[in-house]
């Protein structure tokens, strides 16, 4: 079955950078891209951009553009999302998701807790 | 950018009681709207792909209709565990954009 699953909850200080994994298995990864969705704390949900696991193109919010890298590891599977410059209002929950078609999200990791305090 | 905007932005409903949640785009996506529900501490999960198409395991008291800018997510028969926050999303173009929200709660 579908699985992603990202790595654990992250405490950065101002300025400092994040990079956050997204491991993916029980499917074809080079098939579909991966989007990264945050969510701020009692926040609704802001989509941050995608790559193409296969090509490993990008794109990403201009709200972002700048600050984000998306890579990926086509050997391990997985799926890289860095932040960088970090500020407070960064402080989220990050989520990278699996997508079909042009913008639906089937399979959620199940979320990445970033705070970002001094 | 496309918005959308979801109302109400929360609502309190019985068990049994049936619910609908609105969503309205600032533009015509034609039909490219999915639902989701969160519950807290947990990721997004997708009820509804392409407006009315019903996601594979959700159960089918979930319904959704709608196309061009206004789109109606239908919850029949509430069950203890739809209490839970609900998302509409547009795929109609970049970037994806979401609703903000409508919270059900149990009245």
């Known amino acids: 079955q579908v699985q992603v699953v990202q790595s654990g909850a992250e405490v950065k200080k101002p300025g400092a950078s994040v990079k956050v994994s997204c491991k993916t298995s029980?499917?074809?990864?080079?098939?579909?891209?991966i989007h990264w969705v945050r969510q701020a704390p009692g926040q609704g949900l802001e989509w941050m951009g995608w790559?193409?696991?296969?090509?490993?193109?990008?794109r990403y919010s201009q709200k972002l553009e700048g600050r984000v890298i998306m890579t990926r590891d086509t050997t391990t599977t997985t799926v890289y999302m860095e932040l960088t410059s970090l500020r407070s209002d960064d402080t989220a929950v990050y989520y990278c998701?699996?997508?079909?078609?042009?913008?639906?999200?089937?399979?959620w990791g199940q979320g990445t807790l970033v705070t970002v305090s001094s | 950018d496309i918005q959308m905007t979801q109302s109400p932005s929360s609502l309190s409903a019985s068990v049994g009681d049936r619910v609908t949640i609105t969503c309205r785009a600032s533009?015509?996506?034609?039909?490219?709207l999915n639902w989701y529900q969160q519950k807290p501490g947990k990721a997004p999960e997708l009820l509804i792909y392409?407006?009315?198409s019903l996601q594979a395991g959700v159960p089918s008291r979930f319904s959704g209709s709608g196309s061009g800018t206004d789109f109606t997510l239908t919850i029949t028969n509430l069950q203890p565990e739809d209490f839970a926050t609900y998302y509409c999303q547009q795929s109609s173009g970049m970037p994806l954009t979401f609703g903000g929200g409508t919270r059900v709660d149990i009245k």
């Open positions: 533009q015509s996506i034609t039909g490219y």
């Open positions: 392409a407006a009315s």
């Open positions: 029980g499917y074809s990864f080079i098939s579909y891209y």
């Open positions: 998701a699996r997508v079909r078609g042009v913008g639906t999200a089937d399979s």
């Open positions: 790559i193409n696991p296969n090509k490993g193109d990008t």
